[in-house]
């Protein structure tokens, strides 16, 4: 059974820093666009980062140079490290795959209907 499994949440305080991870389990990372995106409460989801199957990047405007997104194809797991939050920077964070093949792809969307497979999310706590 495919699934990711987003681990890495937790209370930090404002300017500090977090690790979240997205794991994989039943298919291999290397074929898929992966996606982050997080949800406040009582907001709707926001798009935060994606990273094409090719290692392309972007960030939403609210994260970038704050928020660096990579892969650890080896372990089938991908990160978000997360610098200089802030407390409008909580929420729920989810991990979301979609399938773009084998060959290199800039493939990337901020779409969350776009994204086909998702992990049950993990909590960030930004306060003092």
């Known amino acids: 059974q495919s699934q990711l499994v987003e681990s890495g949440g937790g209370l930090v305080q404002p300017g500090g820093s977090l690790r979240l991870s997205c794991a994989a389990s039943g298919f291999i990372l290397d074929d898929y666009a992966i996606g982050w995106f997080r949800q406040a409460p009582g907001k709707e989801r926001d798009w935060v980062s994606c990273?094409?199957?090719?290692?392309?990047?972007i960030y939403a405007d609210s994260v970038k140079g704050r928020f660096t997104i990579s892969r650890d194809n080896a372990k089938n797991t991908v990160y978000l490290q997360m610098n200089s939050l802030k407390p409008e920077d909580t929420g729920v964070y989810y991990c979301?795959?979609?399938?773009?093949?084998?060959?290199?792809?800039?493939?990337?969307?901020?779409?969350?209907?776009?994204?086909?497979?998702w992990g049950q999310g993990t909590r960030v706590t930004v306060s003092s």
């Open positions: 990273s094409s199957n090719n290692l392309n990047a």
């Open positions: 979301a795959a979609e399938f773009v093949g084998s060959d290199a792809s800039d493939w990337c969307t901020g779409a969350p209907d776009l994204f086909h497979s």
